[in-house]
């Protein structure tokens, strides 16, 4: 049976996602986010030479936001002169820059608009990506997209047409909390991340190959509530999925008990190798997971990791999975990332 999986690249602190399967006719590619522009050469960029060695294409490539760690890799596809693999690229950027020299920096005020590009290429959507009632089918793939809302994009759009810079508005701190114990952090307490462009993510649930997976990209917790409630989903009527990636490299301002509230899954997927400015993954956030109220002690729960560092390998004591019915999966040695068979 042909193989069908989800591949986690290793770009840092950063996403680059493959959802890879067989439709009967052909193999299927999505990416979701390119990563870094210094990690392209090591991930996305060989299997993109697979891929068109292969006669493959990417089918879908999903920029789901404007951050470096999402989006920089683009600039390498760009200027590598291999878009031409892209059949079609989401992406809600507004006025998004690229300068296309030896820089990996991606800026408002210079170059090209990534944007415009795309669609002058016949890749790019001429409407914006955000909640609604469609289904999206790519090749037998159902995206059902969460965010962003109508809202919370005009609002982001506003403010690139009128050429502001977004600042930063971060709730979390560089403080580590890996050394507090999972039974001593108040989970009472909750602050949200309050980044727009982290508002903006596009994020969505994908059924396929009879799995469903909800990838939340960096999106806030309030606007995913906020659209499963919509969808008529409540404490007594849980989503169930089989995978959860979680939002923003596993953020304690990105997981909020109210979204766990209306969400059934015991298999949680961390981005991100432990070792960035932000102290990514926060541990308040498995903590928030593990001590959730509708949790069955029950059935296990799996953290699956993309990196195997020795900071990421002992965020846990031993007590801590007897205690609290969990394990960690990370990806096998040597490779450049974790894959997940669904």
Not at 92 to 101: A, C, E, K, S, T
Not at 219 to 235: R, T
Not at 316 to 328: A, P, R, V
Request: proline share 2%; glycine share 6%; hydrophobic share 35%.
């Amino acid at each position: 049976m042909p193989e069908a999986f989800i591949k986690l690249y290793k770009v840092k602190s950063g996403d680059c996602i493959q959802v890879r399967w067989y439709d009967d006719k052909a193999y299927r590619n999505i990416i979701i986010d390119c990563g870094y522009g210094n990690t392209f050469n090591q991930t996305l960029g060989p299997e993109i030479k697979r891929l068109k060695s292969n006669g493959e294409f990417i089918d879908l490539l999903i920029l789901t936001h404007t951050h470096q760690d999402h989006i920089g890799g683009m600039k390498k596809i760009i200027s590598s002169k291999n878009d031409d693999i892209i059949k079609h690229c989401w992406f809600n950027g507004g006025r998004v820059n690229m300068n296309l020299d030896n820089s990996n920096k991606i800026s408002i005020s210079k170059g090209i608009e990534l944007d415009e590009y795309l669609i002058s290429k016949g890749i790019g959507n001429t409407e914006k990506i955000m909640y609604d009632n469609k289904i999206y089918n790519i090749y037998g793939a159902n995206i059902k997209i969460l965010s962003p809302r109508k809202e919370a994009l005009e609002e982001f759009l506003l403010k690139f047409q009128e050429k502001i810079i977004l600042k930063n508005n971060k709730t979390t701190t560089s403080f580590c909390d890996w050394d507090i114990e999972l039974e001593d952090f108040n989970l009472d307490e909750f602050y949200a991340d309050a980044e727009l462009e982290n508002r903006i993510s596009i994020s969505f649930i994908m059924e396929i190959k009879n799995k469903k997976i909800l990838f939340l990209a960096d999106s806030h917790p309030d606007e995913i509530a906020k659209s499963l409630k919509k969808l008529g989903y409540n404490v007594r009527n849980r989503l169930y999925v089989d995978y959860i990636k979680l939002s923003h490299h596993a953020s304690k301002g990105n997981t909020s008990n109210e979204l766990l509230d209306l969400i059934k899954c015991n298999n949680f997927i961390i981005s991100t190798d432990g070792a960035n400015k932000d102290q990514f993954p926060h541990k308040e956030t498995f903590a928030r997971i593990l001590r959730h109220p509708l949790r069955n002690i029950d059935e296990k729960i799996k953290f699956i990791f993309n990196y195997d560092t020795p900071s990421l390998l002992n965020i846990f004591s031993n007590d801590d999975y007897g205690k609290y019915n969990f394990e960690c999966i990370y990806p096998e040695r040597g490779k450049n990332n974790v894959k997940i068979s669904i």
